[in-house]
């Protein structure tokens, strides 16, 4: 063994230096914060799905009431409880525009002389339930996403300020949210919807009047944490004033956890607007919502349970979708932390 | 302990009362009257009903009145029903409501923690992947979608159960039950296996892995029983959603509850009911808090409840 080694020829070797000044060098580029988040990200299929799913349902809010030249809110009671018919897969003997009428399937497109395709029916005032699903749907959103937005920012100014600031500040902010927090949100909602005029100021109102709690609770926890460590008092020795270690060192810091919570408070403000309208508290008529739209169907799920199927199941790929991508985008951002 | 017990009692009450007062001024700005075909009457038969209802005085003195009863526990009299007092109403209608809420809380979290603990023993298994897929549903879909479905499916088409209304004996109890039992259910899954995860990875698993133990017995004696402690805290917005599911389900089925009557009482503006039931659900949510937050520093000695002082 040892003479085969000494047998391997000099000039297959080559005597290489260490420069010691590149020992430190760093070899990968280095990645930010949310660069390294969205390498975690990537990897959770689930999260991933959902985010293109929802980016689908987003586009089909927006373009999906101009879609099939019906508009949503013109009566047309010869047209009325049509059941789906869609061109291309009527064949396939679902979506044919078969019914029920009495206990028997008749084609009831047919029979009422109707040419027009209503894609998922129309209800009993012969209104294009595919148009009104999707207007629903943009409301819906529209109403989670005014509402996480309140949350938001009165949530990180409210906790920021309480955690920022501390000492009396700190104790009275904290009271008040001690017992704002006692109160179940439900009552709030409820109580608030009942003295506003309906409508849709009145359901974001009403979701997020305690609905930045929360939000402000874990800010304030989160700038507790953070704005007694070394990096926030080496600013504070260079001369940085209150705005700026806020805004520049402390905000940065917050933001992962910022996001994971909207990313949850999105959903549960689509379910309470849904929830309000199915009770009969939000949206009046002839607004479409995704709850009032379950809520219509509803009323007529015996007979023509399209009506109740399609916004049941919209309402339900959304909000599964956001809880997926709020579960990835917590794992991702902060793998720490746990439900 | 007792301070800190103390000092929560005294909150809760603080709460109580801002609610009862918010409730009583919000009740009075409301757009119109809980006396139906009020406008028909002339002035001295709408005397002679104010008069009857105490609403003929000025609001200070109702609101002060309101406030007497209430610390007697009289919560005062129904509108709609004629003469009923909103104490009678509730509990003549707290059975079938406590009865639907009992039955998901324990079916839910049964079923919950069986899954969490399937998922978290067989981690990034297809049961793991299958539970937490369900688990997942069962946090996103709405209860009221979820009751309509079993309504749809399970009583009006295959006709397995009753549709709706109390009067069929446990039969009645199930589908209610089972669309409130899915939000527990959810939550207890998710929440044990996190708990379980980190529990197995723990120096004393290890350990009792060192001493020879077997799966089973480390599964259920350590890891299960330290998992299972953390799991009271989910028990508040467990609470939570099953008032807020017990409003929509019961109207769904027909239930005669607490969560029915409440919505047909906003539906006719009878003012003392409402406040009665917003006080009664507030009260029960606030006490269930308090409860979760007590038992939990009794049961795990490693918390301390008073805060990080102690």
Request: aromatic share 10%; net charge positive; glycine share 8%.
């Amino acid at each position: 063994m040892k003479k085969d080694i000494e047998q391997l020829p000099q000039e297959q070797f080559e005597r290489i230096h260490i420069d010691s000044s590149k020992a430190e060098r760093i070899e990968k580029p280095s990645l930010s914060f949310w660069q390294d988040a969205w390498l975690r990200l990537r990897k959770n299929k689930a999260a991933i799905i959902s985010m293109v799913v929802l980016v689908l349902v987003v586009i089909m809010a927006l373009i999906g009431p101009h879609l099939n030249g019906h508009d949503g809110t013109t009566q047309n009671l010869r047209h009325a409880n049509l059941p789906p018919k869609m061109q291309g897969i009527e064949n396939l003997g679902i979506m044919d525009g078969v019914g029920n009428l009495s206990g028997e399937k008749v084609d009831l497109y047919a029979m009422k002389k109707v040419d027009e395709y209503y894609w998922f029916g129309t209800d009993g005032l012969g209104r294009d339930l595919f148009t009104r699903l999707w207007e629903g749907t943009q409301i819906s959103l529209l109403i989670a996403f005014v509402a996480a937005m309140i949350d938001l920012v009165i949530g990180v100014i409210y906790g920021g300020i309480s955690g920022y600031f501390g000492g009396r500040t700190d104790d009275v902010m904290q009271r008040i949210v001690e017992i704002l927090i006692g109160i179940p949100t439900l009552i709030v909602v409820i109580l608030m919807l009942m003295i506003m005029e309906p409508g849709l100021m009145a359901i974001i109102i009403a979701i997020s009047i305690t609905g930045w709690i929360g939000m402000s609770r874990i800010v304030r926890a989160q700038i507790l944490k953070f704005k007694n460590q070394e990096f926030v008092l080496a600013a504070r020795t260079l001369g940085s004033n209150d705005s700026k270690i806020i805004s520049k060192h402390l905000l940065p810091n917050v933001l992962g956890i910022i996001v994971i919570n909207t990313m949850f408070t999105i959903p549960s403000a689509i379910f309470f607007e849904a929830f309000l309208s199915f009770i009969g508290l939000g949206l009046q008529p002839p607004s479409a919502s995704l709850g009032t739209l379950i809520n219509d169907g509803f009323k007529v799920m015996e007979f023509q349970p399209y009506v109740l199927l399609f916004p049941s199941l919209v309402i339900s790929i959304l909000m599964i979708a956001f809880n997926l991508i709020g579960d990835g985008l917590r794992d991702a951002l902060d793998p720490k932390m746990k439900d | 302990m007792v301070k800190y017990i103390g000092k929560r009692i005294i909150y809760m009450f603080i709460t109580m009362f801002l609610i009862a007062t918010a409730t009583f001024f919000l009740m009075q700005t409301l757009p119109g009257s809980p006396i139906a075909s009020y406008s028909k009457l002339n002035d001295t038969q709408k005397a002679i009903v104010e008069k009857k209802y105490g609403i003929d005085k000025p609001k200070p003195v109702q609101y002060a009145i309101y406030m007497k009863n209430l610390a007697k526990g009289d919560l005062g009299t129904s509108f709609a029903f004629k003469g009923k007092s909103v104490n009678d109403l509730l509990a003549s209608r707290m059975k079938p409501s406590f009865i639907l809420g009992a039955q998901a809380m324990v079916f839910g979290t049964i079923v919950g923690i069986l899954l969490g603990m399937i998922a978290a023993l067989k981690q990034n298994t297809f049961w793991d992947y299958g539970s937490t897929f369900f688990a997942i549903l069962g946090i996103s879909i709405p209860s009221f979608v979820f009751a309509t479905l079993l309504q749809y499916y399970v009583a009006s088409q295959w006709h397995l159960l009753p549709v709706g209304l109390w009067n069929d004996g446990w039969k009645s109890s199930v589908l209610p039950s089972l669309a409130l039992a899915m939000g527990p259910l959810a939550l207890s899954a998710r929440f044990i296996r996190t708990e379980m995860i980190e529990v197995m990875g723990s120096d004393y698993i290890t350990l009792a892995k060192a001493k020879g133990a077997n799966g089973f017995e480390i599964a259920f004696k350590h890891a299960f029983r330290n998992a299972l402690i953390p799991l009271i805290t989910v028990l508040g917005p467990v609470a939570a959603g099953l008032v807020t599911g017990s409003l929509v389900v019961e109207q769904i089925f027909a239930i005669p509850g607490i969560g029915e009557q409440f919505v047909s009482s906003i539906m006719v503006n009878d003012f003392a009911t409402i406040m009665g039931t917003t006080l009664f659900f507030s009260a029960f949510l606030i006490v269930v808090i308090f409860i979760v937050d007590i038992l939990y520093g009794v049961i795990d000695p490693r918390i301390r409840v008073a805060g990080g002082k102690a």
